[in-house]
């Protein structure tokens, strides 16, 4: 018995002499390539995961079921939730193109909207919805589409008649209590607190509150597709598990010399974006002037968000478990921090979208960095960045390596 002891340390000892040298030659290949373990650590933490997503949709009880995936998928694409029935989820936000407005739909329908149309790859990790914040949860965000005049502009009777009369018998589970919507007196057709609410009062409490949960059941079956709308991992993804495994001739490969270059800007303290642009969506979820807000259009930041979610009959304490949103509950309402502030959005597959900022005021990610590099800050007016003092080369090796950041691997 000793003697198999004895064996078997001798070979873990044997062992660990020959894979020194390549353990360290891993470690010594990645300090050639010019990273910190604590480094490679912060770049491990912007890798792509989706562990994230179930605990962040811990009030959709409807997430995984695969039929409220079903109705999820088809209501994206269906046009009789609209008032006018002619738009979809999926005429702003298209699928082949990273589920972004690329055709400025938003902007023709409505050319006085404020903020543009963001891609939805990768929305079911965030916290926050809209641009300012204003819903907690991305099945509330659908309910305020459906209902909001410059979206889907219908109201919530007609969603709930729409859905209970086109699949409910698809989707006999999940729309059970359509029965009892569809005894509900025919007249008034529309109706909603929030766009027909004298309507809305004619309902007794009890069958408000059917309507109310049957509403409830479509946001969260969209929320449960969207879960399925993820990020393909990119060549920077790629990159990082090469380091962490110490592979650095697959690193080599993967990034070239001008990408690591501009990796290395981002993750410098002193030009600072990593300190905004962090985590697996390249957003840590917070809100930030960042000079963006126009004078006299100021009412579209975080300062509102935060009004317009205290006051939403659908955010998590007034549906919901209040232990299940600190986020709520601790909301930032100081308005010196709010003013100005719109939501870090994802750095990941910018090729899709057709202009950046809330309000589309760039075509190029180019203007985005010389933005950073020069932003055009009035007096007395908060903002949470300081000019980046990066030279021209700099602002074209960061350049490619938010480009390093699309799933496309031919980019
Ligand atoms: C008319 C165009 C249009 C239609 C139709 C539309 N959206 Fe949007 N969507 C937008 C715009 C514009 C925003 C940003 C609004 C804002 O932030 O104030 C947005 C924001 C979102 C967001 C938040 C993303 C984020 O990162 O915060 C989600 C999720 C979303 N839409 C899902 C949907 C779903 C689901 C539907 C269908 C029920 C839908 N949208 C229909 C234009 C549209
Ligand atoms: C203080 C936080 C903060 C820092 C630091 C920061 N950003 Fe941002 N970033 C934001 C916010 C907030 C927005 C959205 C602003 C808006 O919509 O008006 C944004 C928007 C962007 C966008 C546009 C994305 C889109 O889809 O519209 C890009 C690109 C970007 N940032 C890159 C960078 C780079 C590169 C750096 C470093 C030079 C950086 N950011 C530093 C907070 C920050």
């Known amino acids: 018995?000793?003697?198999?002891?004895?064996?078997?340390?001798?070979?873990?000892?044997?062992?660990?002499?020959?894979?020194?040298?390549?353990?360290?030659?891993a470690n010594a290949e990645n300090v050639h390539l010019g990273w910190s373990e604590d480094e490679i650590e912060l770049m491990r933490r912007l890798r792509l995961s989706v562990e994230a997503v179930a605990d962040k949709n811990r009030s959709n009880e409807l997430f995984f079921r695969e039929d409220a995936v079903?109705?999820?998928?088809?209501?994206?694409?269906?046009?009789?939730?609209?008032?006018?029935?002619?738009?979809?989820?999926?005429?702003c936000h298209r699928p082949e193109s990273g589920f972004?407005?690329?055709?400025?739909?938003?902007?023709?329908?409505?050319?006085?909207?404020?903020?543009?149309?963001?891609?939805?790859?990768?929305?079911?990790?965030?916290?926050?919805?809209?641009w300012d914040g204003r819903a907690d949860s991305l099945w509330s965000q659908a309910l305020a589409v459906i209902e909001n005049p410059q979206e889907l502009a219908s109201d919530r009777l007609r969603a709930v008649r729409h859905v209970c009369a086109r699949?409910?018998?698809?989707?006999?589970?999940?729309l059970k209590d359509c029965p009892e919507i569809s005894t509900l007196p025919a007249a008034p057709w529309g109706a909603s607190p929030l766009v027909d609410n004298e309507n809305w009062q004619k309902f007794t409490a009890a069958q408000r509150e059917n309507i109310n949960k049957m509403f409830v059941t479509i946001g969260k079956s969209l929320a449960a597709f969207e879960r399925g709308v993820m990020p393909p991992?990119?060549?920077?993804?790629?990159?990082?598990?090469?380091?962490v495994e110490g592979n650095s001739v697959a690193a080599k490969n993967l990034l070239n010399s001008k990408e690591v270059a501009g990796l290395k800007l981002f993750l410098d303290p002193m030009v600072g974006c990593v300190n905004c642009h962090n985590g697996p969506m390249f957003s840590n979820s917070g809100f930030y002037a960042v000079a963006?807000?126009?004078?006299?259009?100021?009412?579209?930041?975080?300062?509102?968000?935060?009004?317009?979610l205290l006051n939403s009959e659908f955010n998590c304490l007034k549906w919901g478990n209040a232990e299940d949103c600190p986020k709520v509950q601790?909301?930032?309402?100081?308005?010196?921090?709010?003013?100005g502030a719109y939501k870090v959005?994802?750095?990941?597959?910018?090729?899709?979208?057709?202009?950046?900022?809330?309000?589309g005021r760039y075509q190029t990610v180019e203007a985005v960095i010389e933005h950073y590099r020069n932003p055009a800050t009035l007096p007395l007016r908060h903002v949470d960045i300081r000019p980046a003092a990066l030279l021209p080369h700099q602002r074209g090796q960061l350049l490619s390596f938010l480009k390093a950041l699309n799933s496309d691997p031919s980019n």
């Not at 079903?70 to 005429?91: H, K, P, W």
């Open 70 to 91: 079903e109705l999820g998928s088809r209501l994206f694409n269906d046009t009789g939730l609209s008032g006018s029935g002619q738009i979809a989820c999926a005429s």
């Open 345 to 359: 959005p994802s750095l990941r597959n910018l090729r899709h979208a057709p202009a950046f900022m809330h309000d």
């Open 100 to 130: 972004q407005d690329t055709e400025s739909v938003t902007y023709r329908l409505n050319p006085q909207a404020a903020h543009r149309a963001p891609g939805l790859l990768g929305v079911a990790m965030q916290d926050w919805f809209f």
């Open 1 to 25: 018995m000793s003697r198999i002891l004895i064996s078997i340390c001798a070979l873990v000892f044997v062992l660990s002499l020959i894979g020194l040298p390549f353990f360290h030659e």
């Open 167 to 174: 699949y409910e018998n698809s989707f006999p589970a999940l």
């Open 330 to 339: 601790y909301v930032q309402t100081d308005t010196a921090e709010t003013a």
């Open 292 to 308: 963006t807000d126009s004078p006299g259009r100021r009412e579209n930041d975080r300062k509102q968000g935060v009004t317009l």
């Open 233 to 243: 991992i990119s060549r920077f993804d790629l990159y990082v598990d090469a380091l």
